[in-house]
């Protein structure tokens, strides 16, 4: 009689995302329950159902800070241009993986944005695979992982619609104008996941939590700032209610909280 320890079968999900998206997942592993909370439409569901609407043979999207794909893998299912960035080599294995059993032609790189063509120092949070790996708060499980800039990322003919989701766990004030300027280029769409309590945790090593929690929000209304002088727009909001959730997330919670901006062009609002 065989005894050895079976490994349990990885059987395919399906998520369906509205009428005309569906794509399959690896099922079992680590990302498991992230898929099914996904496919319950419990992940996400205003970034999710906007990629689902916008996305078709005439999009392009950049997803930088892809994780597993579950934004790539919407906008691939709909037909769009895909680029995907993923610095942490565990995610990026399960990315690789998902396009290869939908059989998506994406632009796939396990690289970091940076300020130029380098590497980075890339920590884990709790284990690289989960979502919060980081160049801002060192850990004792690290790697370097290679960096190119945003406006190296290709271009493509005939597009109509083009969104930049950009999740990168702090980095995104450091990079603030490359990542403006590649809105203002591409004319983008643009979700953005801002991270005060990354910079929270970092400034409190050095000066006292309510003094990091202030430089948390003062860094956030400057990055919203300029992208409101950029002439972008708050989707479904406006920017006076978007900075009282900065107040309400940096200095009235017993920890600072993230917060994701959905903003358009203003001629696209």
Do not use: Q
Not at 57 to 86: F, H, M, N, Q
């Amino acid at each position: 009689m065989d005894r050895k320890k079976r490994v349990p079968e990885r059987v395919p999900l399906t998520i369906r995302i509205g009428a005309e998206c569906a794509f399959d997942v690896a099922g079992g592993g680590s990302f498991d329950r992230h898929w099914r909370r996904m496919r319950a439409g419990k992940w996400e569901r205003r970034l999710v159902h906007f990629v689902e609407r916008a996305s078709g043979s005439r999009t392009a999207l950049y997803d930088i800070g892809a994780w597993c794909g579950p934004v790539t893998l919407i906008a691939a299912a709909k037909g769009a241009k895909v680029v995907a960035l993923e610095p942490d080599p565990v995610a990026f294995r399960a990315l690789r993986e998902n396009l290869a059993l939908n059989g998506f032609d994406v632009d796939a790189r396990e690289v970091a944005i940076g300020n130029g063509h380098g590497t980075m120092r890339l920590y884990a949070h709790a284990e690289f695979g989960d979502s919060m790996t980081n160049a801002v708060l060192p850990s004792a499980s690290s790697l370097d992982v290679e960096t190119l800039r945003l406006e190296d990322l290709p271009r493509f003919d005939g597009i109509r619609t083009s969104i930049l989701k950009i999740d990168i766990e702090g980095m995104e004030y450091a990079l603030a104008d490359e990542i403006l300027d590649f809105c203002r280029d591409r004319k983008c769409a643009v979700s953005l996941s801002c991270h005060p309590r990354n910079l929270w945790l970092s400034g409190r090593r050095e000066v006292s939590g309510f003094s990091a929690r202030l430089e948390a929000m003062r860094r956030t209304f400057d990055l919203i700032e300029r992208l409101r002088r950029a002439r972008y727009v708050p989707e479904g909001s406006s920017y006076p209610f978007v900075k009282a959730r900065v107040v309400e997330r940096c200095l009235l919670r017993p920890r600072v909280k993230n917060l994701d901006l959905l903003l358009l062009p203003s001629g696209a609002a």
